[in-house]
């Protein structure tokens, strides 16, 4: 029996233009770190149930009045007024992550990482307490959920293919983060091997484009909207279906993907593009280990503590990255209610 109950009663309407952009901005950056979710952005911001109504829109009656020039029922299909301002606040979030938290990865990793542990941390009681029922079998799933999702981020990166079939299906898989909170794109890209292709592409090209560029991330781009045309779907009938479980699920996902941001990891296999192996990295060998070095390519960590980090813990940066992680959550909570 269907467990029914209003999740969101958010419109477009119930946001301005700024707020949206804001929301946009936020979902955007989110998306481009490995880990990070921009589904958890787009639910605790209270416009979850808004973006997958837009995202199913797009079907054949839609490609109709497209092909018919009927753009007035077009915008009004698509609800273009959310759509526009929420994408136009990604872009410009995708273009900070891309070149400002890019670096940021390199140069401060552990005050990023605690950022976003903190607030995905906070935002799982978030999540629960829209649950109209808290009974045991729920608690199941919700543990269920984190068990899946710390087996996910627990695996290594694969060696990716730069086939134009594989970029696609990649693109299809990843882009599922925008509808699943918990369940990092980035992470996805990581996983089979093309985070280090598709971002630096994607770099490049906003810098000095190539017509191969321009394909590449064309038929990525193409891989995601396929993803999104099937995904949402899924996930709006589990939610209109089943929201109780559905919510459990996707935050025990968000719980479980913590393993994967946390701040303090030390590298234990790294691949050597010059040769092609992967090397195991000795303990007693990280003090000098260079992780910033083009030729390699991190494979595998472990999560340690502070006094065990291979290099400057930097705690009391970590420490307020973390309470400010927490205290972007009770702001953007805060947005729900508009």
Same mark, same amino acid.
């Given at each position: 029996?269907?467990?029914?109950?209003?999740?969101?009663?958010?419109?477009?309407?119930?946001?301005?233009?700024?707020?949206? /952009?804001?929301?946009?901005?936020?979902?955007?950056?989110?998306?481009v770190i490995p880990g990070v979710s921009g589904g958890t952005i787009a639910f605790i911001t209270g416009i979850y149930?808004?973006?997958?109504?837009?995202?199913?829109?797009?079907?054949?009656?839609?490609?109709?009045?497209?092909?018919?020039?009927?753009?007035?029922?077009v915008w009004i299909q698509l609800n273009g007024a959310f759509l526009l301002w929420l994408i136009f606040g990604m872009v410009l979030g995708i273009g900070v992550g891309v070149f400002g938290i890019s670096?940021?990865?390199?140069?401060?990793p552990e005050?990023?990482?605690?950022?976003?542990?903190?607030l995905i941390l906070a935002s799982i009681p978030y999540m629960l307490s829209k649950l109209s029922n808290r009974n045991g079998s729920y608690i199941l799933i919700f543990l269920v959920g984190a068990v899946i999702a710390y087996g996910i981020t627990s695996l290594s990166p694969a060696e990716g293919s730069t086939s134009y079939l594989y970029?696609?299906?990649?693109?299809?898989?990843? /882009?599922?983060?925008?509808?699943?909170?918990?369940?990092?794109?980035?992470?996805?890209?990581?996983?089979?091997?093309?985070?280090?292709?598709i971002i630096p592409t994607l770099r490049s090209f906003v810098s000095s484009p190539s017509l191969d560029q321009f394909i590449l991330l064309s038929v990525f781009g193409?891989?995601?909207l396929m993803g999104l045309m099937v995904f949402s779907r899924l996930v709006s009938g589990a939610f209109e279906r089943y929201p109780n479980i559905t919510i459990s699920l996707m935050s025990g996902f968000m719980l479980g993907s913590l393993n994967k941001i946390w701040p303090w990891r030390n590298p234990t296999i790294y691949l050597d593009k010059t040769t092609g192996l992967?090397?195991?990295?000795?303990?007693?060998?990280?003090?000098?280990?260079?992780?910033?070095?083009?030729?390699?390519k991190i494979l595998q960590d472990i999560n340690v503590g502070p006094s065990s980090y291979y290099a400057d813990p930097q705690v009391v940066g970590v420490c307020v990255a973390f309470l400010l992680g927490i205290l972007l959550v009770f702001l953007l909570t805060k947005a729900d209610k508009p």
């Amino acid at each position: 029996m269907a467990d029914r109950t209003p999740i969101e009663n958010s419109t477009s309407e119930s946001f301005s233009k700024i707020g949206l /952009i804001l929301r946009g901005a936020a979902m955007g950056v989110a998306e481009v770190i490995p880990g990070v979710s921009g589904g958890t952005i787009a639910f605790i911001t209270g416009i979850y149930k808004a973006l997958l109504d837009s995202i199913k829109a797009v079907d054949g009656q839609l490609i109709k009045h497209i092909f018919s020039l009927k753009l007035k029922q077009v915008w009004i299909q698509l609800n273009g007024a959310f759509l526009l301002w929420l994408i136009f606040g990604m872009v410009l979030g995708i273009g900070v992550g891309v070149f400002g938290i890019s670096y940021l990865l390199v140069a401060r990793p552990e005050i990023l990482w605690a950022l976003f542990f903190g607030l995905i941390l906070a935002s799982i009681p978030y999540m629960l307490s829209k649950l109209s029922n808290r009974n045991g079998s729920y608690i199941l799933i919700f543990l269920v959920g984190a068990v899946i999702a710390y087996g996910i981020t627990s695996l290594s990166p694969a060696e990716g293919s730069t086939s134009y079939l594989y970029v696609f299906i990649a693109g299809c898989i990843a /882009i599922s983060a925008l509808v699943l909170p918990g369940i990092s794109g980035s992470f996805i890209l990581l996983l089979m091997g093309l985070y280090t292709v598709i971002i630096p592409t994607l770099r490049s090209f906003v810098s000095s484009p190539s017509l191969d560029q321009f394909i590449l991330l064309s038929v990525f781009g193409l891989g995601c909207l396929m993803g999104l045309m099937v995904f949402s779907r899924l996930v709006s009938g589990a939610f209109e279906r089943y929201p109780n479980i559905t919510i459990s699920l996707m935050s025990g996902f968000m719980l479980g993907s913590l393993n994967k941001i946390w701040p303090w990891r030390n590298p234990t296999i790294y691949l050597d593009k010059t040769t092609g192996l992967n090397q195991n990295i000795r303990p007693q060998a990280l003090n000098s280990f260079d992780i910033h070095n083009e030729n390699i390519k991190i494979l595998q960590d472990i999560n340690v503590g502070p006094s065990s980090y291979y290099a400057d813990p930097q705690v009391v940066g970590v420490c307020v990255a973390f309470l400010l992680g927490i205290l972007l959550v009770f702001l953007l909570t805060k947005a729900d209610k508009p």
